[in-house]
């Protein structure tokens, strides 16, 4: 019987592969672009719009049912606004608001305030006071420094009731 040994042709290792050394900094390079999609996403949230419709949600909250009774006894009302914003110039902005009543009648001295506002933006907004031209139309002037889509808000008061409506409003160049 002879026995025969056979060398293994894999070579013996004599340390780690060069591949092994960059380990250390493949956590090193995930850590960078967790670090950079980070701070990314922290300078848009500081530079965006906050997107708070109320400075006092938690006020507005706890007085609904206040507000829920106050929407029932301006419907009850009957009155009824039509809003135009026409006229612009060099990014001013005519707005005319026809107050009616129940009866289509006009409603003449209301001391009326119109909030000129922009969904995606604060910086813009604008409260303005509307001047009566004639009996049961109200009109002013606003500054409009972007064109779109805009929320106007109005406010009367008139025969000691309160009167508000918000209006989707286009305003094209």
Request: glycine residues 6%; proline residues 3%.
């Amino acid at each position: 019987m002879t026995t025969t040994t056979t060398q293994n042709s894999i070579p013996a290792s004599t340390g780690p592969r060069k591949s092994d050394r960059l380990i250390p900094w493949y956590f090193v390079g995930g850590f960078a672009i967790m670090l950079f999609a980070n701070v990314c996403l922290i300078v848009f949230s500081q530079t965006s719009w906050v997107g708070l419709v109320s400075d006092h949600a938690f006020e507005d909250g706890n007085n609904y049912n206040e507000a829920i009774a106050d929407a029932k006894a301006q419907s009850d009302l009957g009155w009824r606004t039509k809003v135009s914003v026409e006229g612009i110039i060099n990014n001013e902005a005519t707005i005319t608001v026809l107050f009616r009543d129940k009866a289509q009648q006009p409603i003449s001295g209301a001391k009326m305030e119109a909030v000129l506002m922009r969904n995606d933006r604060d910086d813009v907004d604008e409260k303005i006071m509307l001047n009566e031209v004639s009996p049961g139309e109200y009109r002013t002037r606003a500054s409009v420094p972007v064109y779109g889509n805009w929320k106007l808000r109005i406010v009367a008061h008139a025969q000691n009731h309160d009167y508000q409506v918000v209006e989707d409003v286009l305003i094209k160049q």
